[in-house]
């Protein structure tokens, strides 16, 4: 599977798992001013590099670790606490591991680590996961 497919295929998954949320490939959609919205959800997937390709050259090109970083950002209420955004976050975050946990067909898909925002851009919640396909 092409890198392309893998990444269209997360957006549908996440979709799938978060229906309620817009999922893109595009960071440019997380622009604060189009999503005033409060409770608006938004995950923008995208490609991060491949660390690490086959060391054999009979396999093929796609056999390789590609990895990803899942934006998730959601505006809360103005009146939000700190606890109530970070909430949020982790629910982000429970979505995200839910995706992980889903499995792709023949595919590994790792959840590696994530960053929340400590909140720190009030009244955003927001959450970076970094994930890996290994197809090694």
Not at 72 to 89: F, N, P, R, S
Not at 123 to 135: K, T
């Amino acid at each position: 599977m092409s890198a392309k497919e893998r990444l269209n295929l997360v957006v549908s998954r996440l979709a799938e798992i978060d229906p309620a949320a817009r999922v893109t490939r595009s960071v440019r959609e997380l622009d604060h001013d189009k999503h005033t919205e409060n409770g608006s959800r938004i995950y923008a997937v995208v490609s991060a590099g491949f660390p690490k390709f086959a060391a054999n050259i009979p396999r093929p090109a796609e056999d390789a670790q590609h990895e990803i970083i899942i934006l998730a950002q959601q505006k809360c209420l103005d009146t939000a606490t700190g606890e109530q955004i970070e909430d949020v976050e982790l629910e982000m975050l429970d979505k995200v591991k839910a995706l992980a946990q889903d499995g792709f067909d023949d595919m590994c898909l790792l959840l590696k680590s994530a960053k929340g925002s400590v909140q720190q851009d009030h009244p955003y919640a927001m959450q970076a996961c970094f994930l890996m396909f290994d197809d090694l």
